[in-house]
């Protein structure tokens, strides 16, 4: 199962796929209760996929203990038609082609160190 988020700072909009074929798309808002509502509609271990930001970043770390998180860089090129469901639709996907780069996420110990050196600055 693999499942695409297109993160926002107040919703969060889901696509699903299994087998090849979109069997859900879904909206959650960008909350505590959301992220663990969320949790219990899918299994554990399914592959999410979410478009880097600061929302994504907030929400893959949510996730992490309980899937497998791939955070993507946005594609360079701008969608005539421009949809959340599309967009979260569209990024599971391509994921799944390997057509999207992957971000590099950070421990939680490597962004303590950073935080660190920040305030120290």
Known sequence: ???GIDA???TCTVCVIEDGAV?????????????????ERIPSRATVVVEA???GKVISRMLADKHEIHMVAPPERK????TDRRDAQRIVREDMLQY???CYMP???IEET???VFQQI
């Open 100 to 102: 999207l780069r992957r």
């Open 23 to 39: 069997r859900e798309s879904f909206a959650f808002p960008t909350t505590r209760e959301g992220v663990s509502e969320f949790t």
């Open 53 to 55: 930001s600061t929302t």
């Open 114 to 116: 950073r935080f660190l």
């Open 107 to 109: 421990s939680a110990s």
């Open 1 to 3: 199962m693999h499942v």
């Open 8 to 10: 926002h700072k107040r």
């Open 79 to 82: 969608r005539p038609i421009k």
